[in-house]
């Protein structure tokens, strides 16, 4: 037997089978013997259904382990190694028996075995527990092997390899290392992978070490110094011969505990992967790869260089490199970047820089994340929707190994059909291992600029609320030069009466500062927003906060306040870019919007409004001067060219139109921000009727007066018990409990209708969690809350609002004349109250 781990282990026969296309039998490929001169000879197929070491142990995914009695039990008496006087003794169960123990372990990951590996014990008892864990790790190594591999691509596509077919890994062995001491017991195997004559290894691990090359000592230490225990692990690494060659070693070992559960020894096998020895050509780019890599400072670099490195070489159509944080995908480059040559599914996610992706939506991608193989699929390969888009042609999933871990994935896709050579997978491996340290190294210097990044994306909408009347979109992406966070922002704010806040901003510079400032000034505009202020005084409290702030930091600002009825807008620029409108008849034009001082710069600036009116089918795009202004691009020619892009675009797709804006911005020393609003009119227009609230003894009953032929002009009958009574406890409430003025308002719009009260007290209503039946009050909430749809309340300038919504039933439209369509407003927005 030329396998020494097999020797090692007290394996005296080894057969492999491997699964036939059918998926109905196994059948033996490999055969290896005892060099004892007993001939053995293994039956040549196994069903798959039946019942026999081999198939049990393909069927159950699991190693299965049989000592001689276990053996008995199966039937298989012949599985012996008693010298007889024929020349070859058969392993089917028709020669004589004798003491035997033996070892079936599954070849291949979970869903993706492709046969076993049956072995052949001459000691009755059972393999010990250490062979048993060094035949597993074997039979692993075996599996990931490119003859392994091959086979594997043979019964996706063929029949299962004859006999003769090499499987097993032709050099290596095993070993065991003692964490106290650093003795490492191996097998002479080992020490030739190693280059190290016998007689000058003294048993110590550090020997080893001074053979790994330096770039892969690290790697090599995480098993040396393990912390977990229990647990395999895999890596590839280099060592440097006493020639200079330099020769790939695959590892593959278990941490096994003591009884305290702290790690206590290395259980191993290791072997010569020659097939990561790439050609002349692949050397080439290699040594491009890594010398790119070389200089690389964070992940953004490092996806990149592999863009580069990989796709115009392969002649690929698309190379995609994502990290892996727990089952999450998080894609740091997808070239082209267009989302239109990406698969659906991915478009669909695609709502910052690069589309989010689910490892449990790639069943294969997470497959090949766990087993850590490179996976090759040809043309027209069965494989879901999200990964069979990027490569129909042909698909490379290569994991991304660093310290025993997966740490991402690069997918390489062609579109015509891509037959891969011999070479290829040692190719990818190569790269796979290369790009995954490089990623690990670049974590440390990537963590500040990663930091920066999240707390910015914490600081903007995680998602834009839905409109009555139109459709928003957002964009954002972070700068690509310098590791500091900048200070771009947007926001959608919903207001009262069916008006709309858009508002994007930038803080001047990049740093944490500037996103600290960024975050104030969101929150500081959409909580003055919400009280009701109009535009102009929104801006002249935010730069009030800003220059009280101890910060030597400005901010421009636009925002737009967009009456989502009448489709009249009124705009405020405080030292920001104006926005711009994509009309109906696909021309787009840039408003004349008066503008004021940068936020934070005078106490007592002024922001003067301008009124702009959109018909249905227009585009209002607010965007932020990364995306128009360069070093390379004029601020005219930047704002000429995404009004060319506007009028080009369908308006029906906002989600695309804010792609291509940002589709041309790959190289970026600002940060980029875009908000997109299609305006389309509201289909049913709400029927507003308001009434002032006097402070009389009788003043609920005048309320309820009104609300009662408001009801009637509006055929609202079947509910009109209920609304009254909504009415009297709120404006009992607000009469009783506040001092000013009160005011009522009733909105209906389809079959929905909202009373609202308005007094001047800040303070919100508290709902009393229980009420005594001998209490005067406390009941109105309860009441209001049992009679109403939803109720809530909302703060205003100087007071707040009380509302609550009521379904109603369908009802017969009112005679045309009673109710009155609101005229288009010219007045600026005011206090909502």
Same mark, same amino acid.
């Not at 994502?322 to 480059?333: K, P, Q, W």
């Not at 267009?338 to 669909?348: G, I, L, N």
């Given at each position: 037997?030329d396998?020494q781990i097999?020797?090692?282990?007290?394996?005296?026969?080894?057969?492999?089978? $491997?699964?036939?296309k059918?998926?109905?039998e196994?059948?033996?490929?490999?055969?290896?013997?005892?060099?004892g001169g007993r001939?053995?000879?293994?039956?040549?197929?196994?069903?798959?259904?039946?019942?026999?070491p081999?198939a049990?142990?393909?069927?159950?995914?699991?190693p299965?382990?049989?000592?001689?009695?276990?053996?008995?039990?199966?039937g298989?008496q012949?599985?012996a190694?008693?010298?007889?006087?024929?020349?070859v003794?058969?392993l089917?169960?028709?020669?004589?028996?004798?003491?035997?123990?033996?070892?079936a372990?599954p070849l291949?990951g979970?869903a993706?075995?492709?046969?076993c590996l049956?072995?052949?014990?001459?000691?009755?008892?059972?393999?010990s527990t250490?062979?048993r864990?060094?035949?597993?790790?074997?039979?692993?190594?075996?599996?990931?092997g490119?003859?392994?591999a091959?086979?594997r691509?043979t019964?996706r596509?063929e029949?299962a390899?004859?006999?003769?077919?090499?499987?097993?890994?032709?050099?290596g062995?095993?070993?065991?290392?003692?964490?106290?001491?650093?003795?490492?017991?191996?097998d002479?195997?080992v020490?030739?992978l190693?280059?190290?004559?016998?007689?000058?290894?003294?048993?110590?691990v550090?020997?080893?070490?001074?053979?790994?090359?330096?770039?892969?000592?690290p790697?090599l230490?995480s098993?040396?110094?393990?912390?977990?225990?229990?647990?395999?692990?895999?890596?590839a690494?280099?060592?440097?011969?006493?020639d200079?060659?330099?020769?790939?070693?695959?590892?593959?070992?278990r941490?096994?505990?003591?009884?305290?559960?702290?790690?206590r020894?290395?259980?191993g096998?290791?072997?010569?992967?020659?097939y990561l020895?790439?050609?002349?050509?692949?050397?080439?780019?290699?040594?491009?790869?890594?010398?790119?890599l070389?200089?690389?400072t964070?992940?953004?670099?490092?996806?990149?260089?592999?863009?580069?490195s990989?796709?115009a070489?392969?002649? *690929?159509d698309?190379v995609?490199v994502?990290?892996?944080?727990?089952?999450?995908?998080?894609?740091?480059?997808?070239?082209?970047p267009?989302?239109?040559?990406?698969?659906?599914?991915?478009?669909?996610e695609?709502?910052?820089?690069?589309?989010?992706?689910?490892?449990?939506?790639l069943?294969?991608?997470q497959?090949?994340?766990?087993?850590g193989?490179?996976?090759?699929w040809?043309?027209?390969?069965?494989?879901?929707?999200?990964?069979?888009?990027?490569?129909?042609?042909?698909l490379?999933?290569?994991p991304?190994?660093?310290?025993?871990?997966?740490i +991402?994935?690069?997918?390489?896709?062609?579109?015509?059909?891509?037959?891969?050579?011999?070479?290829?997978?040692?190719?990818f491996t190569?790269?796979?291992?290369?790009?995954?340290?490089a990623l690990?190294?670049?974590?440390?210097?990537?963590?500040?600029?990663?930091?920066?990044t999240?707390?910015?994306?914490?600081?903007?909408?995680?998602?834009?609320?839905?409109?009555?009347?139109g459709?928003?979109?957002a964009?954002?992406?972070?700068?690509?030069?310098?590791?500091?966070? +900048?200070?771009d922002w947007?926001?959608?704010?919903?207001?009262s009466d069916?008006? $709309?806040?858009?508002?994007?901003?930038?803080?001047?510079?990049h740093?944490a500062?500037?996103?600290?400032?960024?975050g104030?000034?969101?929150t500081?505009?959409?909580?003055y927003?919400?009280?009701?202020?109009?535009?102009?005084?929104?801006?002249?409290?935010a730069n009030?906060?800003?220059?009280?702030?101890?910060?030597?930091?400005?901010?421009?600002?636009?925002?737009?306040?967009?009456?989502?009825?009448?489709?009249?807008?009124? *705009?405020v620029?405080?030292?920001?870019?104006?926005?711009l409108?994509?009309l109906p008849?696909?021309?787009?034009?840039?408003?004349?919007i008066?503008?004021?001082?940068?936020l +934070?710069?005078?106490?007592?600036?002024?922001?003067?409004?301008t009124?702009?009116?959109?018909?249905?089918?227009?585009?209002?795009?607010?965007?932020?001067?990364?995306?128009?202004?360069?070093?390379?691009?004029?601020?005219?020619?930047?704002?000429?060219?995404?009004?060319?892009?506007?009028?080009?675009?369908?308006?029906?797709d906002?989600e695309?139109?804010?792609?291509?804006?940002?589709?041309?911005?790959?190289?970026r020393?600002?940060?980029?921000? $875009?908000?997109?609003?299609?305006?389309?009119?509201?289909?049913?227009?709400?029927?507003?009727?308001?009434?002032a609230?006097?402070r009389?003894p009788?003043?609920?009953m005048?309320a309820?007066?009104?609300?009662?032929?408001?009801?009637r002009?509006?055929?609202v009958?079947?509910e009109?018990?209920?609304v009254l009574?909504?009415?009297?406890?709120?404006?009992?409430?607000a009469i009783?409990h506040?001092?000013g003025?009160?005011?009522?308002?009733?909105?209906?719009?389809g079959n929905?209708?909202?009373i609202?009260?308005?007094?001047?007290?800040?303070?919100a209503p508290?709902?009393?969690?229980?009420?005594?039946?001998?209490?005067?009050g406390g009941r109105g909430? &309860?009441?209001?809350?049992a009679?109403?749809? *939803?109720?809530?309340?909302?703060?205003?300038?100087g +007071?707040?609002?009380?509302?609550?919504?009521?379904? &109603?039933?369908?009802?017969?439209e009112p005679?045309?004349g009673?109710?009155?369509t609101?005229?288009?407003?010219?007045?600026?927005?005011?206090?909502s109250?």
């Open positions: 037997m396998r097999l020797t090692s282990c007290g394996v005296g026969l080894a057969a492999v089978y $491997v699964l036939a059918s998926d109905r196994l059948r033996l490929t490999e055969v290896l013997e005892d060099a001939h053995q000879t293994a039956t040549a197929a196994y069903a798959l259904t039946g019942r026999s081999v049990d142990a393909c069927r159950n995914g699991r299965l382990w049989l000592t001689t009695e276990d053996v008995v039990g199966y298989l012949g599985y190694f008693a010298p007889v006087p024929t020349p003794e058969s089917d169960g028709t020669a004589p028996g004798g003491i035997v123990s033996v070892g372990l291949g979970e993706s075995w492709m046969g049956l072995v052949v014990s001459r000691a009755g008892g059972g393999f250490d062979q864990t060094l035949l597993a790790l074997y039979a692993d190594q075996a599996a990931s490119p003859e392994a091959a086979a691509d019964v596509t029949t390899p004859q006999f003769g077919h090499v499987l097993l890994p032709t050099r062995g095993c070993f065991t290392l003692t964490l106290s001491t650093g003795h490492i017991d191996l002479t195997a020490l030739d190693f280059d190290i004559p016998p007689e000058d290894f003294d048993g110590d550090s020997a080893l070490l001074e053979r790994t090359a330096p770039d892969d000592v790697a230490m098993v040396v110094d393990p912390q977990q225990t229990d647990s395999d692990r895999h890596l690494f280099r060592i440097r011969r006493r200079g060659e330099l020769r790939w070693i695959g590892l593959r070992c941490v096994m505990a003591d009884p305290d559960g702290k790690p020894r290395v259980l096998v290791a072997g010569d992967i020659a020895r790439p050609t002349a050509d692949d050397v080439s780019l290699i040594q491009r790869l890594s010398a790119a070389s200089g690389a964070t992940t953004r670099d490092v996806s990149r260089m592999v863009v580069e990989l796709r070489p392969l002649n *690929a698309r995609a994502a990290e892996l944080e727990g089952d999450h995908l998080v894609v740091t480059v997808l070239d082209p267009e989302p239109d040559a990406w698969p659906q599914s991915w478009r669909s695609w709502r910052s820089e690069w589309p989010d992706a689910s490892c449990h939506t069943p294969t991608l497959k090949a994340l766990r087993e193989h490179v996976s090759l040809p043309a027209r390969a069965e494989l879901e929707p999200g990964l069979e888009g990027v490569g129909p042609g042909g490379a999933v290569l991304l190994p660093a310290d025993g871990r997966m +991402g994935v690069c997918l390489v896709g062609w579109d015509s059909e891509h037959r891969f050579a011999a070479g290829h997978r040692s190719l190569a790269t796979a291992g290369i790009v995954g340290q690990a190294r670049t974590h440390a210097l990537d963590a500040g600029h990663e930091l920066a999240m707390l910015q994306r914490s600081l903007l909408p995680r998602k834009l609320p839905e409109l009555p009347g459709v928003a979109v964009r954002y992406l972070p700068a690509t030069a310098g590791l500091e966070v +900048g200070g947007y926001d959608v704010i919903p207001l069916s008006r $709309v806040a858009l508002v994007i901003g930038d803080v001047q510079g740093s500062a500037a996103a600290t400032i960024m104030q000034m969101r500081a505009i959409r909580a927003a919400i009280e009701g202020h109009p535009p102009d005084v929104v801006m002249a409290h009030q906060l800003l220059v009280s702030m101890d910060t030597d930091l400005f901010a421009t600002c636009t925002y737009v306040d967009l009456d989502m009825e009448q489709g009249t807008a009124w *705009a620029r405080a030292g920001h870019l104006p926005p409108l994509r008849d696909a021309t787009s034009e840039e408003p004349e008066e503008g004021g001082p940068p +934070g710069v005078i106490t007592d600036g002024e922001f003067p409004m009124q702009v009116s959109l018909v249905p089918g227009t585009l209002i795009t607010l965007l932020t001067d990364g995306l128009v202004e360069s070093a390379s691009l004029d601020l005219e020619d930047g704002m000429r060219a995404v009004r060319e892009l506007l009028a080009a675009a369908d308006p029906a906002p695309r139109v804010a792609d291509l804006l940002v589709a041309s911005t790959r190289q020393h600002d940060d980029v921000a $875009v908000l997109i609003l299609r305006y389309d009119g509201m289909r049913v227009l709400p029927t507003r009727a308001r009434w609230v006097w009389l009788d003043a609920v005048h309820r007066r009104f609300t009662a032929r408001t009801l002009d509006w055929a009958t079947e009109d018990d209920a009574l909504v009415v009297s406890e709120l404006v009992t409430n009783a506040t001092s003025e009160v005011g009522l308002q009733l909105t209906l719009t929905r209708l909202r609202a009260v308005n007094d001047a007290s800040p303070r508290v709902k009393t969690a229980s009420v005594d039946w001998e209490a005067t909430l &309860l009441l209001v809350t009679m109403s749809t *939803a109720w809530g309340s909302v703060p205003l300038s +007071g707040k609002q009380v509302w609550c919504d009521i379904t &109603l039933s369908p009802r017969d005679t045309p009673t109710t009155s609101p005229e288009p407003s010219t007045t600026p927005p005011m206090d109250r």
